[in-house]
């Protein structure tokens, strides 16, 4: 039998396709993580931020007005590199500057918490897990069923509006989870997020590899800090620029690269209102609170892409029933102003699908069904009440059905 040339070596090489799946027997390369991890940021990449610590830009939102779209369009393209490209992970300093509303939402988190430890029995909890810390799943529906008022506020910044449209463009759905650490909350184990991150490495095998790379453009994980986070206190874990790996999802759980995390990841000091936000493939874990008296307090923001599915079943129409009064006279003084229509992105879908085509037909223009949000928009705009619009959006779920 002749030998293969050196030509049919480099032909085979070219057609052989590349393996469909990764494989609990192909190890990931630490290697090719450290080379990736080595990388260095720098503040020329990110002209707005104010600086750069730990590999990690940092903006200072009280330099920055949403409203000016050509600031606003500038901020969304530096946080969108960073994301995909660059470090995967930056803080908003002063997302919420009025103290006095999160201090208002603390404590409606709390009778929240109060009211669960009373009238449940054991809660799960992937987090700290060892009965020093409270959990509040779906903090976004509670919070909003429980205090409309500091709910709308809250999810009237367009802030939050505008870093979620950044990395998942419009119809984004927002899920929320409250976590709170009392010192000696022990530190979770390097990870990466929802989706790929929730499942064990023989499931993760399982899907293709593009859907490895899909995963983390479907989600967009954030925190908002709802107290002081000093250093010892168990502010998040990061490792800046890890998100790039494309085997991470197979290889996080592995000891080798949890001693790398442990000698490389970096964490920042953070100050209550501040956000920090970063691809959900990025490797980080939650640190623990060394503190003897120092209680940590965060909402976990977890926003899903219109084309993903959200870890936590939401239901914006009650949520949208208690606030449209409050919606309605803030359209009256603002019209569509940035935080009107960042609440309505907060509880409307804005995604019409999946619906029933025989009974939802185009919207003129378009080849979709009229949203939700754009029927809470036109409902805003002619002036209906409480009734017309919930009956609007509840016909549109009826008509949506199989
Ligand atoms: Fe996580």
Known sequence: MPATTATETLYASITQPPNRVHSTNRPPSLATLKTICSE?????????????????????????????????????????????????????????????????????????????????????????????????????????????????????????????????????????????????????????????????????????KAMHNASQFLTLQGAVAHSDMPNGTGSTRLLPFS???????????????????????????LSMGDGIFFNPALFHAAGNNQSTDFVRKANLLQISSAFGKTMETVDGLPLLERCWDALKQKYDVEGFSAEVTAFVSAVAAGYPFPTNLDVRTAAPGGLAPESEQQTVLKALQENWDKQEIIGAINQIREDSRA
Not at 131 to 160: A, T, V
Not at 249 to 263: G, K
């Open 40 to 208: 260095t940021a720098s503040t020329k990449q990110y002209p707005h931020c104010e600086g750069i610590e730990s590999n990690v830009p940092i903006y200072n939102l009280l330099k920055f007005d949403p409203t000016d779209s050509t600031t606003a369009s500038a901020l969304q393209e530096e946080w969108y590199n960073i994301l995909h490209s660059g470090p995967g992970v930056f803080v908003l300093r002063n997302m919420y500057s009025d103290k006095a509303l999160l201090e208002k939402v603390n404590g409606v988190f709390q009778k929240i918490i109060d009211h669960e430890r009373s009238s449940s029995a054991k809660k799960g909890d992937h987090f700290a897990g060892n009965g020093k810390n409270d959990r509040i799943w779906n903090s976004f529906s509670k919070h909003g069923l429980q205090d409309p008022m500091s709910f709308f506020e809250y999810y009237s910044n367009s802030w939050l509006a505008l870093v979620s449209d950044a990395w998942l463009g419009p119809g984004y759905c927002i899920t929320a989870q409250v976590n709170i650490v009392r010192p000696g909350g022990e530190a979770q184990t390097v990870h990466r997020d929802y989706h790929l991150g929730f499942q064990t490495a023989e499931e993760c095998a399982r899907y293709p």
């Open 243 to 269: 998100q790039r790996f494309e085997e991470g999802f197979m290889a996080y759980r592995l000891p080798e690269f949890n001693e790398f995390f442990l000698s490389k990841y970096v964490s920042l000091p």
